[in-house]
Each structure stands twice: as C-alpha cells, then as structure tokens.
C-alpha cells in the first residue's frame, strides 16, 4: 500500500504500525523455523522480485527482504511505529475519516486504508480443553513463543496439523528434546515442495554474459512460473477430486508404508482446506527417520503430566504446544463508525474483495487463500492508487459500495472458501460476500489482473459522491 500510494498518487500518508519495526506477522510470530507456506517468488512484490534461490523465505529472510523494499522506494519516512489505532468515525460532512490511536492521538484523513489482515495480533485460538488448568509443565502458543525456550531433555507435543505444526514439529526434532510428538485431532494434506532454484549450466552462461539483467528477467520468470503452477495444480485438485486424492494417497502409502497412511489420509478433498507445504519433504524424511512420532486421536483431557486422549492412552509431556490456529478478526478489531453511528464489518457485503458496504472511502486489503496473500493484497493497493486519482480528476469526494436490492435478495455466501477449522470458526465475524461478481471474490488471480487492470471505476455499484 506504501508503495502504490507514494509512486503511483500525490497523496500524503502515514502507515500507523502496532509493533516497534516492521514486518507485521514477521515480527509477531518467533517460533523456530517460522517461514513462509508460500513460494517467495508470488509472494513477493512484483515491483521488487524476490532474488534468492531458495524457494521459501525464513521470517528472518522475509524481513531484510521488507527492509531492502522500503530502503529501496524510501518507504520508512511514512511510518510511524507503536501506534495502534483503536477507532475510526467518518464524517459524511467533511469527507474526512477521524483515526484514534492507543496514545490517544487524533489523525484526519481523506481514506483510511486496513492492511492488517485477517486475524487477532492480541490473541490466538486455543481450544477449552477440559483439564487446561491441571497440567503441569509449560502450554505454549506459537504466536507467543518464549524467548529463552530451551527443549533440551523435555517431552514436547505439538497439538495440530495445519502449516504451523508441519512447520514447528521438525524444527523441535532438530534439537536435544527427549521426544517431539504431534498430536492431530485429523490429518491435512502435506506436499513435499523443492525449496531451490539454482541456476542450470545455460542459465550460468546467459548470466556471465548478460549478468544483472538476465538475473532480474530469470526471477521474474519464476514468478509468473510458480503462479502459474500453483494455480494449476489448484484447479487441477477442484476439478478431479476424487482422482487427485487417490494418486496423492497412493503415493504416499509407497513412500511411508500403509501403517502409517492413516496420519495423512484427510477426510476431505485437496484444496478444500488449504494443501500445507514441507519444504525439500522435510517433514517426510524426520518422520520415517523417527524423529518425531504422529498421533492421531482425539484428545479426552489435560492431566498433570500429560495429554489423556480419547482412547484411553496418556500422552506424557513436559511442554504442549497449542498449534491450533488463529482467531479471526476483521479490520484489525478496530471500532468502526460513520457520523459517529457502528458499522459493524460482519454486518457488511464485500466489494471487489477490497471494500464495504456502509464504509465510505475505506478499504480492507485482504489476499488469497489459494495463492500467495500478497498477489490479491497488491492487485487491490494498484486498484484503490487508481481510484483516488480518479476521484481528485473528477472532483470526488466520497465513494462507498453500494447493493442494489435485486442483488441484495439473491442471498449471500461465506466470506472466506475454505473449510478450515480456523474459517468456520469465525465465519459469522467476517464480511460476507454475495452470489456474484463483483459481490463475489474470484480466488483467481488471472482474472483479477484482467478485472483489475482497467480504469472503469463508475461501474454502478461504487456510489461517488462530489467534494
């Protein structure tokens, strides 16, 4: 959103930032061998490829790579850090949107734009198991992990199966722990993911001939290569599910024996809930290297030395770890007002995936769920840059989404497509979307960049009103 604001507008701005540096989940969450699930090639910014050879990014690599963009296009100037913002009222009389902060300060402004994504920064979702209370040992929630946490000699159990847990398992079976088990209630879908791409004998020859050049066309064909890709295999997934789960189990009975086919044997369909990536098969290879145990059962209770589970065995540990998702949040949780009257974002009906009913002149920037976040996140900073020079050449003061009532009455869908446990659980928290576009958000980036791409913002929908 910077970059497009300062390069693409003659816009003043500032980006109010809760922590005390950059890079927002980067900096939240600590916990070993947090990386991205993403290709770094799609989930970086197309104005800055990423330039690594390694395929997934460390937090750490994510986080020089945010520093190098915002040194590169003097970005930092605009920021503005430890400031949380805790309300905002727009005033229809004036256009202006008033922003109140956790310091207690007041910013006007023309547009208020919500880059905070989807989930709670304050608080991350930890089931009410019975008996929480009684354990023992240590109970860690990867968003807040320990600083100084040492597994040396400790019995750890990691409770989940999503990205998180296939990322934390085998870090912690890298270390001196006594044992590292993770605990899963039910299996997901893994898939092993080369984690390079290094250069072959031809690409070397181009270089030394053409040298920066070449480098920056190279990465930029990876780009387009790893969404394409991605993408097909998606549809792919959608379009023959029963066909795509069979091979996928198939394949993995040869690889892990049919003993252990029941920790990965999902009861539902790839891309139903997102496909979670094990960087090189990394995860695959610690597992039948016996570095790590699986267990998947429900889980009865907490004891104080461990995990009763619902088949009668007790799970021993000194350390649980609750990977067991996010909590979903809209807007930050911040308090949302027009003329001093709530608008509650969960009332609303999303727009072209970037704004709400009943919020004029405020935008949620939000991205896939089946591709990189970044690629949907950045087509709309490009779209709302775009508008605004439309409306200060029109003389436009205002603009809000607005559904007509023949729309309105063909109902409504979930706001996000997935069937994760993390979606369903917060469902009635989110916006919602309608039956069709642009109510409707495509989860296809090709379509959006064409939908995207043009200028014909007086569509009918988006209602613009003058200064």
């Given at each position: 959103?910077?970059?497009?604001?300062?390069?693409?507008?003659n816009?003043?701005?500032?980006?109010?930032?809760?922590?005390?540096?950059?890079?927002?989940?980067?900096?939240?969450?600590?916990y070993?061998?947090?990386?991205?699930?993403?290709?770094?090639?799609?989930?970086?910014?197309?104005?800055?490829?990423?330039?690594?050879?390694?395929?997934f990014?460390t937090?750490?690599?994510?986080?020089?790579?945010l520093?190098?963009?915002?040194?590169?296009?003097?970005?930092g100037?605009?920021?503005?850090?430890?400031?949380?913002?805790?309300?905002?009222?727009?005033?229809t009389?004036s256009s202006?949107?008033?922003?109140?902060?956790?310091?207690?300060?007041?910013i006007?402004?023309?547009?208020?734009?919500?880059?905070?994504g989807?989930?709670?920064?304050?608080e991350?979702?930890?089931p009410?198991?019975?008996g929480?209370?009684d354990?023992?040992?240590s109970?860690?929630?990867?968003?807040?992990?320990?600083?100084?946490?040492?597994?040396?000699?400790?019995?750890?159990?990691?409770?989940?199966?999503?990205?998180?847990?296939?990322?934390?398992?085998?870090?912690l079976?890298?270390?001196?722990?006594?044992?590292?088990?993770?605990l899963?209630?039910?299996?997901?879908?893994?898939a092993?993911?080369?984690?390079?791409?290094?250069?072959?004998?031809?690409?070397?020859?181009?270089?030394?001939?053409l040298?920066?050049?070449?480098?920056q066309?190279?990465?930029?064909?990876?780009?387009?290569?790893?969404i394409?890709?991605?993408?097909?295999?998606?549809?792919?997934?959608?379009?023959?599910?029963?066909?795509?789960?069979?091979?996928?189990?198939?394949?993995?009975?040869?690889?892990?024996?049919?003993e252990?086919?029941?920790?990965f044997?999902p009861?539902?369909?790839?891309?139903d809930?997102?496909?979670?990536?094990?960087?090189?098969?990394?995860?695959?290879?610690?597992?039948?290297?016996?570095?790590?145990?699986i267990?998947?059962?429900?889980i009865?209770?907490?004891t104080?030395?461990?995990?009763?589970?619902?088949?009668?065995?007790?799970l021993?540990?000194?350390?649980i770890?609750?990977?067991?998702?996010?909590?979903?949040?809209s807007?930050?949780g911040?308090?949302l007002?027009?003329?001093?009257?709530?608008?509650?974002?969960?009332d609303q009906f999303?727009?072209?995936?970037?704004?709400?009913?009943?919020?004029?002149?405020?935008?949620?920037?939000?991205?896939?769920?089946?591709?990189?976040?970044?690629l949907k996140?950045?087509?709309?900073?490009d779209h709302?840059?775009?508008?605004?020079n439309?409306?200060e050449?029109?003389?436009?003061?205002?603009?809000?989404?607005?559904?007509d009532?023949?729309?309105?009455?063909?109902?409504?869908?979930?706001?996000?497509?997935l069937?994760?446990?993390?979606?369903?659980r917060?469902?009635d928290?989110?916006?919602?979307?309608g039956?069709?576009?642009?109510?409707?958000?495509?989860?296809?980036?090709?379509?959006?960049?064409?939908?995207f791409?043009?200028?014909?913002?007086?569509?009918?929908?988006?209602?613009?009103?003058?200064?």
């Open positions: 959103a910077a970059y497009y604001l300062k390069h693409k507008t816009k003043s701005f500032i980006v109010l930032d809760r922590y005390s540096t950059h890079g927002g989940t980067w900096e939240l969450f600590k070993p061998g947090i990386r991205s699930d993403s290709d770094m090639y799609s989930f970086s910014f197309s104005f800055h490829p990423w330039n690594q050879e390694k395929y990014g937090g750490n690599a994510i986080k020089d790579y520093r190098e963009v915002m040194e590169t296009y003097n970005l100037e605009h920021f503005r850090y430890e400031t949380k913002v805790d309300s905002a009222n727009f005033d009389s202006t949107w008033c922003i109140r902060t956790s310091k207690g300060e007041t006007n402004s023309n547009f208020f734009l919500c880059c905070s989807y989930y709670d920064h304050e991350g979702y930890t009410d198991f019975p929480f209370h354990f023992n040992g109970i860690i929630h990867p968003q807040f992990w320990p600083k100084n946490f040492d597994a040396d000699g400790k019995r750890i159990v990691v409770i989940g199966s999503g990205a998180t847990a296939i990322t934390l398992v085998p870090e079976s890298k270390t001196n722990a006594a044992s590292v088990t993770m899963q209630r039910s299996p997901t879908f893994i092993a993911v080369p984690d390079n791409e290094k250069m072959g004998t031809f690409s070397k020859i181009l270089y030394s001939l040298g920066q050049r070449y480098k066309a190279l990465f930029r064909y990876r780009r387009v290569n790893a394409f890709l991605g993408y097909l295999m998606y549809y792919v997934c959608k379009r023959f599910p029963k066909t795509v789960k069979s091979l996928w189990l198939k394949q993995l009975k040869r690889s892990l024996g049919e252990n086919l029941k920790h044997s009861d539902y369909y790839p891309w809930q997102r496909v979670c990536a094990a960087p090189n098969g990394d995860f695959f290879k610690q597992f039948k290297q016996h570095r790590f145990n267990v998947t059962e429900h009865d209770r907490f104080e030395n461990g995990i009763l589970l619902k088949n009668g065995e007790e021993p540990c000194d350390t770890v609750t990977a067991t998702g996010l909590k979903l949040i807007c930050g911040v308090r007002s027009v003329d001093n009257l709530d608008v509650f974002p969960k999303i727009y072209k995936g970037l704004m709400l009913t009943n919020l004029p002149n405020m935008f949620w920037v939000t991205g896939y769920t089946n591709a990189s976040w970044t996140a950045e087509l709309s900073c709302i840059a775009r508008m605004m439309y409306m050449k029109r003389k436009k003061g205002q603009v809000v989404p607005v559904m009532e023949k729309t309105a009455a063909l109902g409504e869908v979930n706001g996000f497509d069937n994760s446990g993390y979606v369903l917060y469902l928290e989110i916006p919602k979307q039956t069709k576009y642009p109510w409707q958000v495509y989860q296809n980036y090709f379509i959006d960049s064409w939908i791409s043009g200028n014909n913002f007086n569509d009918g929908v988006a209602q613009f009103s003058k200064l």
